[in-house]
């Protein structure tokens, strides 16, 4: 078995998509037309129940995404363990587009140009010997992307930035709960296809240490002036990102250019091109705190650099001379038990394994078919998730829904087995029945998975996954 820095070595030479581009370009009308009504589907609701009023109020009145297609660029071909197929490429989009926004009590807002950039992984799985020889394709951008929005008339609307960052703050987080890492979209490409088959499961944990920085803070435009004439010494502390993941913070280090943070957390990978991102800044107790520089790497990068980096810091995409050191370990997700075991032993917050519930589909689901809102929910413990719910349209089984959703809990020392796994079948906010399944029935199965159709009454079953994983050294 090859060891993980043979296996990220191995990746092949990113090639052209001539022909998918091409290919894009043709269908871009056809993709303008479904872009649009799902931006307006998707947006307006979430304006309406996220932003603050007069905002709330906005919809959309027109969205042309013009004539100029996306580009993409940069592919590299591989295949995943579960025998798909994985093509990573670069996404570029200079869109000139025009937009209308509407909204009560503030002007109407254009936007005449959309630039989106990142990096999309899309996940061709299972393979199968029937046409479309492909049960289904996830898409997903590997890390956050970058987008910018250019607005008609900009130097007549009030609180200009305010919006600006209101709109891409919504349009970003919709991108992130649908289709940025671990989230992907599905496309099913065959009717019958199997999500037990197609779900791509999270590669491990990334045991990441900020050590230190050094040469921090020297003076340069921007510092405040109070700190410039009196050459404060900054208290530095960092700010850390891995993808999407929720952001954490070291401690300050008062005082000094040259602080030593030694701080450790555990970050779930999904991808190890998913790029960490360590943000040091100064803490300034009299107003905002002072941006020292960014330093930017790869789950990739880190494990060929022996697990170990210098990150230089750049500030305003200038370099600044500082750095920061950061280290990783990272742990595969393993089929074995003995990391759960460990009674709390471990550092705080620090990840054993994982639990993952698969939900596929519904059966049997009794009454009207169009008063039906099925929908799955699954708890344990703390933890409570939901699946969409479905409504009775044309080419869907209400009564034998697909619902293909992959719900996921980090595990810490001592949490396994703890309360039981309880999988609910809801009819809009009425549960129609319930099943509970202990975590020592899933540790008992082959390869720590308890595949089948769960029984929830009235006639119904749920057909669930319940997959438990520790962790163990990629060496």
């Given at each position: 078995m090859?060891?993980?820095?043979?296996?990220?070595?191995?990746?092949g030479?990113p090639?052209?998509?001539?022909?998918l581009?091409?290919i894009?370009?043709?269908?871009?009308?056809?993709?303008?037309?479904?872009?649009?009504?799902m931006?307006?589907?998707?947006?307006?609701?979430i304006?309406?129940?996220?932003?603050?009023?007069?905002?709330?109020?906005l919809?959309?009145?027109?969205?042309?995404?013009?004539?100029?297609?996306?580009q993409?660029?940069?592919?590299?071909?591989t295949?995943?363990?579960?025998?798909?197929?994985?093509?990573?490429l670069?996404?570029d989009?200079?869109?000139?587009?025009?937009?209308?926004l509407?909204?009560?009590?503030?002007p109407?807002?254009?936007?005449?140009?959309?630039?989106?950039?990142?990096r999309?992984?899309i996940?061709?799985c299972?393979?199968?010997?029937?046409?479309?020889?492909?049960?289904?394709?996830?898409?997903?951008?590997?890390n956050?992307?970058?987008?910018?929005?250019?607005?008609t008339?900009?130097?007549?609307?009030?609180?200009l930035?305010l919006?600006?960052?209101?709109?891409?703050?919504?349009?970003?987080?919709?991108?992130?709960?649908?289709?940025v890492?671990?989230n992907?979209?599905?496309?099913?490409?065959d009717?019958?296809?199997?999500f037990?088959?197609t779900?791509?499961?999270?590669?491990?944990?990334?045991?990441l240490?900020?050590?230190?920085g050094a040469?921090?803070?020297?003076?340069?435009?921007?510092?405040?002036?109070?700190k410039?004439l009196v050459?404060?010494v900054?208290?530095?502390?960092?700010?850390?990102?891995?993808?999407?993941?929720?952001?954490?913070?070291?401690?300050?280090?008062?005082n000094?250019?040259h602080?030593e943070?030694?701080?450790t957390?555990?970050?779930v990978?999904?991808d190890?091109?998913?790029?960490v991102?360590v943000?040091?800044?100064d803490?300034?107790?009299?107003?905002?705190?002072?941006?020292?520089?960014?330093?930017?790497t790869?789950v990739?990068?880190?494990?060929?650099?022996?697990?170990?980096?210098?990150?230089?810091?750049?500030?305003?995409?200038q370099p600044?001379?500082g750095?920061?050191t950061?280290?990783g370990?990272?742990f595969?997700?393993?089929?074995?038990?003995a990391?759960?075991?460990?009674g709390?032993?471990?550092a705080?917050?620090?990840?054993v394994g994982?639990?993952?519930?698969?939900?596929?589909s519904?059966?049997?689901?009794?009454?009207?078919r169009?008063?039906?809102k099925?929908?799955?929910?699954?708890?344990?413990?703390?933890?409570s998730?939901?699946?969409?719910?479905?409504?009775?349209?044309?080419?869907t089984?209400?009564?034998n829904?697909?619902?293909?959703?992959?719900?996921?809990?980090?595990?810490?020392?001592g949490?396994v087995?703890?309360?039981?796994?309880?999988?609910?079948l809801?009819?809009?906010?009425?549960e129609?029945?319930?099943?509970?399944?202990a975590?020592d029935?899933?540790?008992?199965?082959?390869g720590?998975t308890l595949?089948?159709?769960f029984d929830?009454?009235?006639?119904?079953t749920?057909?669930?996954g319940?997959?438990?994983?520790?962790i163990?050294?990629?060496e």
């Amino acid at each position: 078995m090859s060891s993980i820095v043979e296996t990220l070595a191995a990746s092949g030479t990113p090639s052209s998509p001539g022909f998918l581009n091409e290919i894009v370009k043709q269908l871009w009308p056809n993709i303008c037309v479904a872009g649009a009504r799902m931006i307006k589907g998707i947006a307006e609701p979430i304006f309406a129940s996220t932003l603050p009023s007069p905002l709330n109020t906005l919809v959309f009145e027109k969205v042309d995404l013009g004539i100029i297609p996306i580009q993409f660029s940069n592919v590299g071909v591989t295949k995943t363990e579960n025998e798909g197929i994985k093509l990573d490429l670069d996404v570029d989009w200079d869109g000139k587009c025009d937009i209308e926004l509407n909204a009560s009590m503030i002007p109407k807002i254009g936007v005449e140009h959309v630039k989106l950039r990142g990096r999309l992984s899309i996940l061709l799985c299972p393979l199968t010997n029937v046409i479309p020889l492909i049960g289904a394709a996830q898409v997903a951008f590997i890390n956050p992307p970058y987008l910018k929005l250019d607005f008609t008339d900009a130097a007549h609307i009030a609180n200009l930035s305010l919006i600006d960052n209101a709109i891409r703050k919504v349009i970003l987080s919709i991108i992130s709960s649908m289709a940025v890492l671990p989230n992907r979209f599905l496309v099913k490409l065959d009717a019958n296809n199997d999500f037990f088959k197609t779900n791509q499961h999270q590669l491990g944990v990334l045991r990441l240490t900020i050590e230190s920085g050094a040469e921090l803070g020297e003076e340069k435009e921007g510092k405040s002036f109070l700190k410039r004439l009196v050459h404060d010494v900054p208290d530095c502390y960092a700010k850390i990102r891995v993808s999407a993941e929720a952001e954490w913070q070291t401690a300050r280090a008062k005082n000094t250019r040259h602080p030593e943070w030694n701080e450790t957390r555990d970050v779930v990978v999904s991808d190890y091109d998913q790029r960490v991102e360590v943000d040091v800044c100064d803490d300034d107790t009299a107003g905002r705190d002072d941006d020292i520089g960014l330093g930017a790497t790869t789950v990739k990068e880190l494990l060929l650099g022996g697990g170990r980096q210098e990150l230089g810091l750049s500030h305003k995409e200038q370099p600044t001379g500082g750095n920061v050191t950061v280290s990783g370990r990272f742990f595969k997700f393993v089929p074995d038990a003995a990391s759960l075991s460990g009674g709390g032993g471990g550092a705080a917050g620090e990840i054993v394994g994982q639990l993952t519930v698969l939900v596929a589909s519904a059966f049997g689901i009794k009454g009207k078919r169009d008063e039906l809102k099925p929908s799955v929910k699954v708890d344990w413990g703390a933890h409570s998730f939901r699946t969409g719910i479905k409504s009775d349209a044309p080419g869907t089984d209400i009564e034998n829904p697909s619902f293909d959703q992959a719900f996921r809990v980090a595990l810490e020392g001592g949490m396994v087995p703890g309360p039981p796994v309880r999988i609910a079948l809801l009819d809009g906010e009425v549960e129609r029945g319930a099943v509970e399944v202990a975590l020592d029935d899933v540790l008992s199965e082959e390869g720590m998975t308890l595949q089948k159709f769960f029984d929830v009454g009235d006639g119904a079953t749920v057909r669930a996954g319940i997959w438990l994983r520790g962790i163990g050294p990629a060496e």
